[in-house]
């Protein structure tokens, strides 16, 4: 069973961001159903896709001078951070921790982040004048 659907709810109409949030969506519905002998290699690639898809949103942000940077960065910032100390468990072997984060914490945080601070970014680059 999928943690998560890549629904029409959570597309925010900015094809960048749609194709790298489908990318998480594939990548956390992996990790829900990985052995635990492919968990720690899933688990890096969904780290590194989600540091490159926060650099790529705060570049577009700086690019396109949206007003919520600040809050959106430390958003990107605080999730990392919190990322990195389920990723040092499951280096380490303990991969339960990883599963709880994957399973209990990435499908309502990532809901919730697309549909508040990404749809209002994709709504300023969506609207900018050309």
């Not at 029409?8 to 519905?29: K, M, Q, R, S, W």
């Amino acid at each position: 069973m999928a943690l998560l659907e890549n629904s029409a709810t959570l597309n925010v109409a900015y094809g960048p961001i749609d194709e790298d949030h489908a990318a998480f969506i594939g990548l956390l519905n992996a990790l829900a159903s990985a052995d635990n002998a492919a968990f720690p290699a899933l688990f890096q690639q969904l780290y590194e896709h989600t540091e490159q898809h926060f650099a790529r949103e705060d570049q577009w942000m700086a690019e396109f001078a949206y007003s919520g940077i600040a809050d959106h960065k430390g958003e990107h910032q605080r999730v990392l951070g919190e990322f990195k100390q389920f990723k040092s468990r499951v280096d380490k072997g303990l991969i339960v921790f990883g599963r709880s984060f994957v399973k209990e914490r990435l499908p309502q945080w990532l809901a919730l982040h697309i549909t508040t601070m990404d749809m209002a970014l994709a709504t300023h680059i969506n609207n900018r004048p050309s």
